[in-house]
């Protein structure tokens, strides 16, 4: 068994580096390095082959112990998270709204505590987006301990009743791992990306290294071909994979061999050893972890504030904030608390000081889930304006599909008056509040509706998307039931605008094939037109409301979603509805015009997140544009394409 060469190899943290910039770039949206995630990937393998190098040497020379080992583990991890929650919390009590800030709340927790990984993996599709979580990035940190409360188990058992067996158990624990992995990529993404189990291999792999159980590099021509390889790998990934890449699975492969060969190249005085110790590169190594920690909050709070994309100028600045943070915590917080000697601290000083600062933290956190996010932060228009992210169908969890059932219509939902259902919405999640505002209209008239919505499953046949495999034969059951049922008049909703940006053929081939099969059935259908996205994910009444906290009014904010595209995707919606004899309702003109589009119209947030219509917007949208053409009245003009604009000013 290796692991006994502790020599400091600089080129190590140049890895480091690059690892942690591209994390950096890829999340301030530098566009040419797209696949800049690998860079956890990139860590994994490094810190599985460092720790388990400390681990192998001890146990060689017979001074292994547990509790050093887990303080070394508190001074490397503790302070500088500590710290950067503390600021990160701070901030948060100025910037995100009350339900923002009870969002928050628990994932603090998680973060300090190295479970942020669970607690995203089991996010429901509702959860806030990615990219407005502040404390997101702690997963992998979750990860790392995790696997480092169960791997020195594992090798110091192994070392000590199977040493003979200890490559084939590692290597076997690699291989499950992976093929773990490379399965819930297909059927479970989340809990591949997020799950130790899912992960675990890509810290054995750099572990197999410092056992030795690669057989090392003999000659310099093996170790400079093996860090230019390692090196290319990295690269193709950082630069050639994007958000459509499904990963980890083995996709991850190709960043964490590149990060292996580099490590198995030996460092000395390779052509890559030589570029990775160069003294910035190895600075930016030495600083990694804090500058890990603190770029995403800063990226976050500014894109919460900022809303659009980041210009140049923008990512230059934060960089050099998060930067500056960095060196400012390894300086005076990493350093100091992972020294023994006189400048640093004793064993006792550092476990109290953690202890202490995690339990203030967490009281804290639990301080604001009983006061409800503390809203006597704002005043009652900025309440107001934020509380639009509740206004969500109240049978949203007991109609509404998060996973798909083997009879989808049979346990579907009646809405309504208790009448037989002459009206079916039939659709992904943006047909759930639909649903509900319609069915508070048809049962003014003594009529009901039968709701058929799955959370990002567009409705279209044979139509499938990136990570949900699962829709094509959801939506087959559906189709086969409705060519059965009665004749309806079927609305169909869904959020056109994400679908036709990640495949605008397959959405657009199966919606058509939809609308076909079911006029065929002798169905009439309505097609609901998309809705904007707001942009970057962020949620439009956290943003009005920050808005009115700065004293600019709601009804001036204005978004660029890139208009003309999606009024040429309006058009090309309108052409297949047409094509097919159904009628379109087109919502351009209620959201958007040459001026930029809105969120905010006659007194209501029109969104309750991001791209959801609220249920007060999709009232609005029922009494103005829908109900003329369910119900066409005298003062509504049908056109002759087939498409309906009701006016804007029906009484509601």
């Not at 390692?230 to 980890?248: E, R």
């Not at 300086?331 to 339990?359: C, I, N, Q």
Request: proline share 6%; glycine share 8%; with cysteine.
């Amino acid at each position: 068994m290796g692991g006994t060469d502790l020599r400091y190899r600089a080129d190590l943290d140049g890895l480091r580096a690059i690892a942690v910039l591209s994390v950096v770039l890829y999340h301030l949206g530098v566009d040419r390095v797209s696949g800049g995630y690998v860079g956890v990937d990139i860590f994994f393998v490094l810190s599985g082959f460092l720790i388990t190098q400390v681990i192998a040497s001890d146990l060689y020379k017979d001074r292994f112990s547990f509790l050093n080992f887990y303080e070394r583990r508190v001074r490397r991890i503790a302070p500088a998270l500590i710290v950067v929650c503390a600021a990160t919390t701070a901030a948060a009590f100025v910037i995100l709204m009350p339900d923002e800030l009870k969002y928050y709340a628990p994932r603090l927790i998680a973060a300090l505590f190295s479970v942020s990984n669970i607690v995203f993996a089991h996010a429901s599709y509702f959860s806030p987006k990615a990219g407005t979580q502040p404390l997101l990035h702690t997963w992998s940190l979750g990860v790392e301990e995790q696997f480092y409360i169960l791997f020195p188990i594992i090798l110091v058992a192994a070392y000590t009743y199977w040493r003979q067996h200890i490559g084939a158990i590692f290597w076997t624990l690699l291989l499950v791992s992976l093929a773990v992995s490379a399965v819930l990529v297909e059927t479970d993404p989340r809990q591949a990306f997020f799950g130790l189990h899912a992960r675990a291999w890509e810290l054995l792999l750099g572990s197999v290294i410092a056992l030795g159980f690669v057989p090392a590099a003999h000659t310099k021509g093996q170790r400079e071909v093996a860090g230019v390889l390692g090196v290319l790998a990295i690269a193709a990934a950082v630069f050639l994979y994007s958000d459509d890449t499904p990963f980890p699975g083995l996709a991850a492969l190709l960043p964490c061999l590149g990060a292996a060969l580099v490590i198995w190249s030996g460092g000395g005085d390779t052509v890559v050893a030589r570029a990775l110790s160069a003294r910035p590169v190895v600075f930016i190594g030495l600083i990694s972890y804090s500058l890990y920690l603190w770029h995403w909050p800063l990226i976050v709070y500014a894109r919460l504030l900022i809303v659009r994309p980041f210009t140049p100028l923008e990512q230059t600045l934060l960089a050099a904030a998060a930067l500056m943070l960095a060196i400012l915590s390894w300086r005076y917080v990493e350093t100091p608390f992972r020294r023994r000697d006189a400048r640093g601290f004793g064993r006792k000083a550092v476990f109290f000081g953690a202890a202490s600062g995690l339990s203030a933290l967490t009281l804290l956190a639990i301080a604001v889930l009983g006061f409800k996010g503390f809203p006597q932060r704002f005043g009652p228009d900025v309440l107001a304006l934020a509380s639009a992210s509740e206004d969500k169908s109240p049978v949203r969890r007991k109609c509404h599909y998060e996973q798909f059932p083997k009879q989808p219509y049979a346990k579907s939902c009646v809405l309504g008056a208790a009448a037989d259902p002459k009206v079916i919405v039939y659709g992904d999640s943006h047909g759930a509040e639909l649903s509900f505002a319609l069915a508070s209209r048809l049962k003014e008239r003594n009529e009901s509706l039968r709701e058929l919505t799955a959370s990002a499953c567009s409705p279209g046949v044979d139509a499938t998307f990136p990570n949900r495999a699962e829709c094509a034969a959801y939506n087959e059951r559906v189709m086969a039931q409705l060519k059965t049922v009665p004749p309806a008049t079927i609305v169909i909703a869904s959020n056109a605008s994400t679908w036709a940006r990640r495949d605008d053929t397959a959405f657009k081939r199966g919606l058509r094939e939809t609308i076909h099969t079911l006029r065929a059935a002798g169905h009439s259908v309505v097609y609901l037109g998309p809705a904007p996205n707001h942009l970057s994910e962020i949620p439009m009444p956290g943003t009005l409301a920050r808005n009115a906290q700065f004293g600019r009014a709601p009804a001036s904010y204005l978004f660029d979603p890139d208009v003309a595209r999606y009024e040429a995707l309006d058009r090309s919606l309108r052409d297949i509805a047409n094509s097919e004899g159904a009628q379109y309702v087109s919502l351009f003109s209620l959201f958007c015009s040459e001026r930029g589009c809105r969120g905010y119209v006659d007194g209501n947030v029109m969104f309750m997140d991001d791209d959801h219509i609220s249920v007060s917007g999709e009232k609005m949208i029922v009494a103005d544009y829908l109900a003329p053409a369910l119900w066409p009245p005298k003062i509504a003009v049908t056109r002759p394409n087939g498409e309906v604009n009701g006016p804007a000013t029906l009484p509601r």
